[in-house]
Antibody
Framework: QVQLQESGPGLVKPSGTLSLTCAVSGVSISNSIWWSWVRQPPGKGLEWIGEIYHSGSTNYSPSLKSRVTISVDKSTNQFSLKVTSVTAADTAVYYC?????????????WGQGALVIVSS | QSVLTQPPSVSGAPGQRVTISCTGTTSNVGAGYDVHWFQQFPGTAPKLLIYGNHNRPSGVPDRFSGSKSGTSASLAITGLQAEDEADYYCQSYDSSLSGVVFGGGTKLTVL
C-alpha cells in the first residue's frame, strides 16, 4: 500500500534553512498525483505549504512562497521541502501528503509527521 | 486567519447530534470546489472522514455525514460517542490563491 515517510533534522537554528524529505513507497512518484507538504504548529491548525507534480510543476501558499522550495527526485521516489530564513513561527509538525491531480482533490495519504523545532 | 471558517469548538452529550460548519467564499466553496473533512487525534496525522462533500471512505461509520450548499459546508455527527472527541478540519481549493485551503479546525468535546 502507499506509504509516505518524512525525514530530516528535528532542530534548526533561527535564520537557517529547514530541509525535509518524504520517501514514497507503494506508488510511483511519476503517477498523476500532487505531492504536498502541510504543517501544523503546536496546538494550532493545518496549513498547506505547497505541492509538486513529477514534471516539476509547483504550487505554493502565497504566504510562504518567497521562502519555500519543493523539489522531486524521480530516481529515488522522493520529494523534498526547503524553507529558508526560519523563525520560531516555523516550529511545527511537518506532514508530507498526496492528493490526486485534479484541483479540488483531497489528501488521501499522509506521512506520520516530523516535528521541527526552530531554536538556537 | 484561515480561508475557511470553522467554529473553534462544539460539544454534545453521548447519543446527541452535532454539526460543524465550514464557511468559505465564492473563490473556493462557492465556486463549486469540493469540500473534504478530516478527523485528527492528538499526535496523529489527519484521517479522511468525508470526501467530495458527502462521500464516506470505507470504514467510516455512517454516523458521519457531509453536505454543502452555496459557500458553506457542514459535517454532521449523529449518535455521538466518546471516541469521536477529536479535532475536525475542512479542506477545499481556492482559485484566487491557486492552492489548497483548510479551515481553522474545530475541537469536538463529548460531554
Amino acid at each position: 500500500q502507499v506509504q509516505l515517510q518524512e525525514s530530516g533534522p528535528g532542530l534548526v537554528k533561527p535564520s537557517g534553512t529547514l530541509s525535509l524529505t518524504c520517501a514514497v513507497s507503494g506508488v510511483s512518484i511519476s503517477n498523476s498525483i500532487w505531492w504536498s507538504w502541510v504543517r501544523q504548529p503546536p496546538g494550532k491548525g493545518l496549513e498547506w505549504i505547497g505541492e509538486i507534480y513529477h514534471s516539476g510543476s509547483t504550487n505554493y501558499s502565497p504566504s510562504l512562497k518567497s521562502r519555500v522550495t519543493i523539489s522531486v527526485d524521480k530516481s529515488t521516489n522522493q520529494f523534498s521541502l526547503k524553507v529558508t530564513s526560519v523563525t520560531a513561527a516555523d516550529t511545527a509538525v511537518y506532514y508530507c501528503a498526496s492528493r490526486p491531480l485534479y484541483s479540488s482533490s483531497f489528501f488521501d495519504y499522509w506521512g506520520q509527521g516530523a516535528l521541527v523545532i526552530v531554536s538556537s | 486567519q484561515s480561508v475557511l471558517t470553522q467554529p473553534p469548538s462544539v460539544s454534545g452529550a453521548p447519543g446527541q447530534r452535532v454539526t460543524i460548519s465550514c464557511t468559505g467564499t465564492t473563490s473556493n466553496v462557492g465556486a463549486g470546489y469540493d469540500v473534504h473533512w478530516f478527523q485528527q487525534f492528538p499526535g496523529t496525522a489527519p484521517k479522511l472522514l468525508i470526501y467530495g462533500n458527502h462521500n464516506r471512505p470505507s470504514g467510516v461509520p455512517d454516523r458521519f455525514s457531509g453536505s454543502k450548499s452555496g459557500t458553506s459546508a457542514s459535517l454532521a455527527i449523529t449518535g455521538l460517542q466518546a471516541e469521536d472527541e477529536a479535532d475536525y478540519y475542512c479542506q477545499s481549493y481556492d482559485s484566487s490563491l491557486s492552492g489548497v485551503v483548510f479551515g481553522g479546525g474545530t475541537k469536538l468535546t463529548v460531554l
